[in-house]
């Protein structure tokens, strides 16, 4: 199993593929599975701009798109391009209620720097989630 530096690490690296050519500011993600597992991915943005992909829903895309849904917990890494980095990248609306899709009791892992780091249940940062069970 990985330690949470290393997925920071991990995170942190995939940094490097943002493609934030508008915002300046790329954000790398690194997803651990059940199994041990561990998926990254990076912010793909788009000159329109809603069609822009945050690196937590792309790790998430990379997990689920290879056969694996039951994550454990999730590292998020971001900063400015030229990056110094600098304040806490928490996870987006959208990209907390794409992970609570699959597990609401994962961790996760909201890093300045692989020892600054704020780590919660996703369920604690989106209390009274809509979700499938709504639907029955
Ligand atoms: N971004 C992420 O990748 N994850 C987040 O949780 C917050 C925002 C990206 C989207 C966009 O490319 C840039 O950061 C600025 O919003």
Sequence with gaps: MYTDRQL????KNAMKYSYSPYSHFAVGACVL????SVFTGCNIEN????????AERAAVCNAVSS???DFKAIAIVGGLNSTGINGITYPCGICRQVLSEFSADMYVIAARS?????????SEFLPASFGAGQME
């Design 33 to 36: 599975m059940k199994d041990g």
């Design 47 to 54: 000159s329109s701009y809603g069609a822009t992909i945050c």
């Design 67 to 69: 056969g694996y849904k």
């Design 114 to 122: 692989e020892d600054d780091y704020d780590m919660r249940r996703l």
């Design 8 to 11: 920071l690490d991990m995170a």
